[in-house]
């Protein structure tokens, strides 16, 4: 075996712009990718032997990163299995995580890789592009700006930003991939690589070789600590109480989502349909602090969401109230640092939250593993063309042309938290000289004007770029 110093395919280079959809059509497109390598000095090709290799492909994670890549490698005809260590569990995250946000780029890849699986994936999902999103005050429940999904979906004919429900995305995917290809019951603990192969190890001592090995298992993958070496994930400073909720609002036609913002806290509600409301309230506290002992009701979870959103206005209070205390879950939030080189080395990769974690804030992180999956497939549909085994410079470019769209939405969704910890809306008057002049205690901050002008300019461009990026999308779908 060689070093993994030595297996670096390819140069690391700087950051690049997003990915641009080639006219490729992995639904329609059956025939099966073989590997094909033209021989030189007058020796026979194995093409013309007629010995014709399928690319293999071993991904580690069955969620929705590693499904997705699956089902794309499946259609190109490529030898591909997907490892997870426990489905259950899967299940079990996409539930206290509750319904994942897809966007007009995500859902046009998904269009892409499989027009059967986007079509099942559309109709078990809730849009809410079509309606009015965006920021609001948490204590008055003002609008301080709203985004507009739905045009620039339509200018260049692509779907419109719905939410569904992860497990039943999840069920979507695992259907369409198969147990064949799924293999639950194996998780990826190491690999071995060398010039020509890459061996997974999983924790009951099986292997399988494969041509190159995906890391998609998620913020703690073990892929990327064999690669990198062992890393603390880094605390968000954000604790995520979340809940969804039998509940319809009497906004329910005109507003999809709307995060309402405040202190070192916000609040996010999103319609996921079928008379049910989610939430997710951000709080800033040390990473394992502890809620309120059971009781009385209201008690623990619940309790302290009363302490912390009480006082805002009536939208919030009344979806923390709707909500009952066992369906409220709580979490704190990790991320990572981006891997300023490479995400790989030689014949292994990284994908999705292994690859670049994200804090919830913009609700992309599924939306980005879902996107690494198209550009992946694409750089090794051209290696396959090339020939003469180039998957590990197909890797290196993959890596290459998605780093800076992805650091771009990974700091973002930083930064929108440390927003959070400067946010003051409000001059507290409270006993000064000048309150007994108004009929309020409080004013409104004159940056908070400035900020609100700033964001309504450069929010919703900025939006429109992750959502519906021309340079990112299929010629088939521009008009």
């Known amino acids: 075996m060689v070093s993994l110093q030595s297996l670096r395919g390819g140069a690391c280079n700087q950051h690049q712009s997003s990915i641009r959809f080639t006219a490729l059509d992995l639904t329609r497109s059956k025939t099966l990718c073989v590997v094909r390598c033209k021989a030189s000095y007058g020796t026979t090709s194995s093409e013309e032997k007629g010995d014709q290799k399928k690319l293999r492909i071993l991904i580690a994670g069955g969620g929705i990163g590693g499904l997705v890549l699956g089902l794309a490698a499946k259609n190109r005809g490529y030898d591909v299995k997907v490892f997870e260590r426990d489905l259950s569990a899967v299940r079990g995250e996409g539930r206290h995580r509750g319904p994942i946000q897809l966007s007009s780029s995500a859902l046009a890849v998904l269009q892409a890789i499989d027009e059967h699986v986007a079509k099942q994936i559309m109709e078990a999902g809730c849009v809410t592009g079509d309606r009015i999103n965006g920021l609001a005050d948490g204590i008055s429940g003002e609008w301080f700006t709203k985004f507009d999904l739905l045009t620039p979906a339509l200018r260049r004919g692509l779907p419109i930003t719905q939410t569904i429900c992860r497990m039943a995305l999840q069920d979507i995917l695992v259907n369409s991939i198969g147990f064949d290809i799924l293999i639950n019951n194996s998780k990826v603990v190491d690999f071995i690589q060398d010039s020509d192969k890459v061996i997974v190890i999983l924790e009951d001592g099986r292997r399988y070789k494969g041509d190159i090995l995906v890391g998609a298992d998620g913020i703690w993958s073990e892929v990327r600590a064999k690669l990198f070496g062992l890393q603390e994930a880094k605390y968000s400073g954000y604790t995520c109480y979340s809940g969804i909720t039998d509940f319809v609002p009497p906004y329910i036609d005109t507003v999809g989502y709307r995060v309402f913002i405040g202190l070192k806290q916000c609040f996010v509600a999103s319609d996921v349909g079928n008379g049910k409301m989610q939430w997710y309230a951000f709080y800033n506290q040390p990473p394992m602090s502890t809620d309120p002992p059971g009781g009385m009701s209201p008690s623990g979870k619940k309790k302290r969401l009363v302490e912390l959103f009480g006082q805002w206005c009536g939208e919030v209070i009344d979806l923390i109230s709707k909500t009952p205390e066992d369906a409220i879950l709580r979490r704190d ?141 299929n010629d088939s779908y521009a008009k």
């Open 333 to 473: 939030i990790y991320d990572r640092d981006m891997i300023d080189d490479c995400w790989g080395i030689g014949r292994v990769t990284l994908l999705g939250d292994a690859a670049h974690p994200m804090q919830p804030n913009l609700g992309q992180g599924g939306c980005m593993a879902i996107e690494d999956c198209y550009q992946l497939i694409l750089e090794l549909d051209k290696a396959v063309v090339r020939g003469c085994d180039e998957n590990v410079s197909a890797l290196r470019s993959y890596e290459k042309k998605r780093r800076f769209r992805v650091s771009t939405v990974h700091a973002a969704s930083r930064m929108a938290s440390k927003m959070l910890a400067s946010y003051q809306p409000y001059i507290e008057l409270g006993s000064s000289p000048l309150s007994q002049y108004l009929s309020v205690p409080r004013i409104k901050a004159p940056t908070v004007h400035v900020a609100r002008a700033i964001l309504q300019i450069c929010m919703p461009l900025f939006m429109t770029w992750i959502i519906a990026d021309p340079s990112f999308i």
